[in-house]
């Protein structure tokens, strides 16, 4: 499973780490991630609120689970993006 984590702080450092702990996952992803989720997976140039960018980084990794760790891109509306897009509906948001 490809997973695309968002966030940069402690919080999703600590998801990083415990995410990477599963054998289900085969590629952890970051973004923007910070010094410490580089340990655990692939910190990524994204904003975390950058949905078009998002979708195109989505499809090109093949990603399976899109998890939000801060609020901030729930609040914007990423779950409706994700699953309002007949191109990204089949990935799980899961936050």
């Known amino acids: 499973m490809n997973i695309l984590l968002l966030g940069s702080g ?5 998801l990083a780490w415990k995410l990477a702990q599963s054998p289900k996952c085969t590629q952890l992803f970051i973004a923007p991630g910070n010094a410490g989720t580089a340990q655990y997976g692939t910190n990524v ?12 980084f989505c499809l090109e ?3 399976d689970i899109l ?7 729930l609040v ?7 699953k309002n897009d007949a191109a990204l509906k089949h990935i799980i948001v899961a936050g």
């Not at 402690?10 to 600590?14: H, K, P, Q, Y």
């Open 10 to 14: 402690g919080r999703e450092c600590t």
């Open 61 to 63: 990794n093949k990603i």
């Open 45 to 56: 140039a994204l904003g975390i609120n950058d949905f078009e960018a998002m979708k195109t």
């Open 67 to 73: 998890f939000p760790g801060s609020e901030d891109p």
């Open 76 to 82: 914007n509306g990423v779950w409706d993006f994700f």
